[in-house]
Structure formats: C-alpha cells, structure tokens
T-cell receptor, first 113, second 113 residues
C-alpha cells in the first residue's frame, strides 16, 4: 500500500541556517510527489511538485526538493531559513489513476531569531 | 489571486446533529475534494468529485457523509448524524486537473460534543 513517512515531527533551526526536511514514500511505480505548507490558521499551500523529468525541483519561497528513486525519498531543502518559514510541512504522494493524495504526518518547523 | 473559501471556520454541534460544511472552489476548476485532519493526525482523503458525481471515496466516507454541488459554485459536505469521532478540521480543495496540484481552503473546524 502507498504510504508517506516524515521521520521528524518537530525541527528547530536558527534564522539563516539551512534546512532539510525528510520524506520517504512507499509506492509501486513512479510517484507524483508534493510538498505542502500549512501556516497557523491557514489552509495547505503547494510548495512544489515532482511529476517526471529533472529530479531536482524548484518551488516557491526559495524551497527545492530532490527526488531520489533509489532511496524512495523526496527531501525538502532551503539554504537559508526565514522566520516566516515557521509552519507545518507535509509531504504527499499522488496515486496515479486516482484522485487522492496520501499525506505524511507533517513536520513542524520552528525558527529562532 | 483566486482562492478556495470555506464556511463556517468553526462549528460546534451536538452528537447526532446534521452538519453542512460549505466550500466555494476556484471558479475554473473541475475537480473538487474533501480532506480531513483529526487533531494531531494525518491529513486524510475523504472524497473526490468530478462532473457532478463522486469519482472516488475513502473508507471513511460512509453513508453518513454526502457531497453536493447544488448550484455550480458551492461544493458542500454533509454529515447526516455526527459522531464524536467526526471532530476534525475539514479541508476543501479544488484543482484544474486531477494531477494532485490541489488548492486548499483554510478549513472548517468541526467540534462534536
């Protein structure tokens, strides 16, 4: 069955530090992969997506993610975190030929000044 | 920027009561979804809707749930007889194509007492 694992429940970084949020997936074929961000009191906003092609994808707000098939991973990175990046981040896999997304449990990012 | 809007933002109801959650998807989108997030748990797929019918539903979406697009703009989720375990944040989403690039609303928090 398809699943998404985000091993880190909570991460704290200092403003200006680099960031990597981990995501591993279980899926029988090449997946559609997504990262969404949820700020407090807000809905989920799409940061970036991978469908095919270049395995390094760029998203909004300076985020990028790299699809590594051999590791079944799709980790999210940002070279320099801003205080406004504090939020909950969700990795998701899209199941081909269906309509649904399967989400991970999320990683809460806290940013210290 | 177009957005998905949801009402109410928070509803408190007694167990056994009917609840209707409303959503206005982005106007040119064709695919509509409901997801829910029980406090501290994953965002879970409930149902997808396309061409005026349900295209897929999860095992959570039992006979107590129904969806409707009554007037070409609103998309509603009805829970016929609420249970305590229905307490959650319910997210509406829409997309132009069914590739997982969803636009989410801010959510409706349902509290069942």
């Amino acid at each position: 069955a398809q699943s998404v694992t985000q091993p880190d429940i909570h991460i704290t970084v200092s403003e200006g530090a680099s960031l990597e949020l981990r995501c591993n997936y279980s899926y029988g074929a090449t997946p559609y992969l997504f990262w969404y961000v949820q700020s407090p009191g807000q809905g989920l906003q799409l940061l970036l997506k991978y469908f095919s092609g270049d395995t390094l994808v760029q998203g909004i707000k300076g985020f990028e993610a790299e699809f590594k098939r051999s590791q079944s991973s799709f980790n999210l990175r940002k070279p320099s975190v801003h205080w406004s990046d504090a939020a909950e981040y969700f990795c998701a896999v899209g199941v081909r030929n269906t309509d649904k997304l399967i989400f991970g449990t999320g990683t809460r990012l806290q940013v210290f000044p | 920027e177009p957005e998905v809007t949801q009402t109410p933002s928070h509803q408190v109801t007694q167990m056994g009561q009917e609840v209707i959650l409303r959503c206005v998807p982005i106007s040119n989108h064709l695919y509509f979804y409901w997801y829910r997030q029980i406090l501290g748990q994953k965002v879970e797929f409930l149902v997808s809707f396309y061409n005026n019918e349900i295209s897929e539903k999860s095992e959570i979406f039992d006979d107590q749930f129904s969806v409707e697009r009554p007037d070409g703009s609103n998309f509603t989720l009805k829970i016929r007889s609420t249970k305590l375990e229905d307490s959650a944040m319910y997210f509406c989403a829409s997309s132009e194509q069914n590739t997982g690039e969803l636009f989410f609303g801010e959510g409706s928090r349902l509290t069942v007492l």
